[in-house]
């Protein structure tokens, strides 16, 4: 008896799977796009207010995330408990799983929730990227200490990478971006398809331009890359920016 009442939850545990996989999916969709917006604002500093509720937000966002995924692999459990006959008072059981797994994640720091958590890292490291000159630090140096974080000093947290906005190809910025899907290399699309159409001659086999890459490229592996486009384009904003702040500064110092 107990095992037919139990297979009889087996239709609604594989519905609510269905729900939470479409949940997860559609928290990930929120957390693609959520690095774009960072850097954005980051560009502002009359919204400065805002980035930091979108870091909240994007917090927020990982931590309910989790437990979707504590609900999501508790289901699983229970759903293979049914299958083998082995599960006995199944909503109890589940509720106690996911519970067990939603303290675990409760009990760590936020150093240990969000610090390698790639969704989170691109967020922190394209507001860098505005921000700053150079590589973003790892997530470990930026979020404060709490008890509890001295078990991890002696792990390596990378930290963000930074964009090459200059063409391999001409050594300038950019233009009109494309990239190659075998190496992840960005190209401006002119230079790279006249560096194909002019080395094809040669070679079937056409080595990718970038130093030391070892992969091939071809016009069959490159893909537009409109989000780069911004990226180039924000970048260029960002060193006008800074040259408007050079000339002011040189101006202020001849006029005292």
Known sequence: MSRAIDAAHAPRVRQQLAQHRAALQHMEDVL?????????LAEHASEAARLDGLDKMARALLDLRQQTQAREGALLRVQEQIATGNGEDVP?????????????YEARTARQKYAKDTAYVEFRARIWEVQHDGAMPPLTDMIPAEPGDEADDDELVVGGTVQQFRC????????DPVVSSACGHAFSRAAIYTYLQERRVETRHVPCPAAGCPERVSERLLHDAPELARRVERYQRQLARREAQRREAHVATVLE
């Open 92 to 104: 109890r059981t589940y509720e106690q799983d996911v519970r067990a797994r939603s303290d675990a």
């Open 32 to 40: 693609a796009r959520m690095p774009e917006v960072g850097a954005e």
């Open 168 to 175: 391999p190809l001409t050594a300038l910025l950019l233009e």
